[in-house]
């Protein structure tokens, strides 16, 4: 749990864990945001790199992930440093070294060419997925369909994301994480969830351990309310 609470820090401390009213992709307003495109600095994406290895890793060692994973897929646009990022700190920290690869918004019919930009994949590569969060599955669904359909001969293995909303797919039995992998037949896996955010935000120490967090990044008791109650809405079962 120690690595969950030094990431609920990171984010908080970098601004890409925001709390109030926003309206989200999918519709729902909801009283919390991550903003990945807050970790616009070489230290932070660094962070975020390390963090987003360790989990990845991980995955490989329990074999969740197959340890021939050799290419790291970022969705444009948000996914694109998050998957850069997550290449270097594989490397350094686990000698590790995969490639990585995004998609323009537009296949290109000049210079290289065609629809992706980095190591093409090809017979025989295994592609990680790498976003920052999930909350109706959608976006998931997207990028695998076009993996499938522009590099048919590699193979989608898994999806690692930043924080799982743990909200409700399109049926209301299933959390989104749990109605990709069901539909996608991938696993999708998470460096934490907003339990984990919740736990460490409620826990009698937080406010010891965490005094170089700024008062004006952390939730107010109304807003850690307000978060439990969309949860009673949106949670999945």
Not at 37 to 48: A, C, F, H, M, V
Not at 94 to 115: M, Q, S, Y
Request: charged share 25%.
């Amino acid at each position: 749990m120690h690595y969950k609470k030094k990431f609920v820090q990171f984010l908080l401390e970098s601004g890409a864990l925001t709390f109030g009213d926003f309206t989200l992709k999918s519709g729902r307003k909801s009283p919390y945001m991550l903003n990945t495109g807050k970790l616009d600095s070489g230290t932070s994406s660094s962070r975020i790199g390390s963090f987003f290895a360790r989990s990845v890793y991980e995955k490989m060692e329990m074999g969740v992930i197959p340890r021939e994973t050799n290419i790291l897929f970022g969705s444009a646009y948000k996914g694109i440093p998050l998957t850069v990022a997550t290449s270097i700190a594989m490397a350094a920290a686990f000698d590790i070294d995969l490639g990585w690869v995004f998609n323009r918004k537009e296949a290109k019919d000049h210079g290289e060419g065609g629809i992706f930009v980095g190591r093409k994949p090809g017979v025989g590569d295994r592609i990680l997925i790498i976003d920052d969060v999930m909350t109706a599955g959608t976006a998931l669904r997207d990028t695998v369909d076009l993996l499938r359909e522009y590099a048919p001969e590699a193979k989608v293995v898994g999806s690692a994301i930043a924080v799982d909303r743990k909200e409700r797919g399109r049926d209301a039995r299933l959390s989104a994480v749990a109605e990709s992998q069901y539909e996608l037949g991938i696993p999708v896996f998470s460096i934490i969830d907003i339990d984990d955010i919740l736990a460490v935000l409620k826990s009698e120490d937080f406010g010891r351990e965490y005094n170089c967090v700024e008062k004006a990044a952390l939730p107010t008791a109304e807003q850690i309310a307000a978060i439990e109650a969309y949860l009673v809405e949106y949670r999945a079962g």
